[in-house]
């Protein structure tokens, strides 16, 4: 059974010799880009053609200081401004950071299965020490991603129906949630198309900016022994005590026998991008 060129979930794994859940193959044995082999030309210009009207343009960077208080487990931003004087009138920057200190995207390299030891591909962390090729980010870097979003505010429609949301806690958001703010938008269930990006709002940052002084010391002290909690989507089933699911999450882990895995997969989306630094509900 497949929708189009995609495998359904119940096909899964793709590579029998892998991890249950893997698509790896699908575009060849020695494909680096994963779904965003789907960002064709064609797709692009379509995308363009179709919705750039008013030219309008919208940063979806968070602030490279942005997780400073509460901080997390990741070396913030360094800077050092260089006065270049008395020898010209100028200025360089220097820059030290660790790359998910503020918003990014998760490269192939990032995290693997966890029994397996095994990342995209099948590829492993000492094919990664002998080579700076495989799954590395500069492949991506060579097209870069752009594309048409799907914007699905979660927030605002959870404000609307009168739920309370504290998204620093480990709030479950149905996948059925999903698509009745969806709904309630006025996007239509067949809008999808094959290499859209899909952009979900859970209230994160918002609430991270409007956090009280109290509130962030409480955050700050916990943060420096535990993971945060965080709210995003259900992942439906029992977890190990290493947090590892035991029916086999994909490395960023979601739960590929939830609903929203099988229709991630039929309606063949690039990408997905969020407000917060996990997809899945988080409970440390």
Known sequence: MTTGNFPAFEDLPLDKKGPRGNAWGLWGPDDQLGTLNLLTDDTIASAAKENIITGQRISLNWSMMGASYPKFSRKLLELHCINKAPLKHAHDDEWSFNSQCSSQWDGFRYYAYQEEGLYYMGRTAADFADSPIPNGIQHVSQKGIAGRAI????????????????AFSSHEVPFSELMEAMTAQGLEKDV???????????????Q??????????ELDERYKTCKP???????GHARTRSGICTNGCLPDGVCRLESCSTWKISHGSARRSIDMYSFCQARQ
């Open 151 to 166: 914007f699905i505010d979660w927030y605002a429609w959870a404000q609307e129906q009168g739920i309370v949301v504290d």
């Open 192 to 206: 999808f198309r094959p290499g859209d990006i899909v952009v979900l709002r859970f209230g994160y940052l918002a």
């Open 208 to 217: 991270y900016q409007l956090m009280t002084r109290d509130r962030r010391r």
């Open 229 to 235: 909690d965080n709210i995003g989507v259900k992942s």
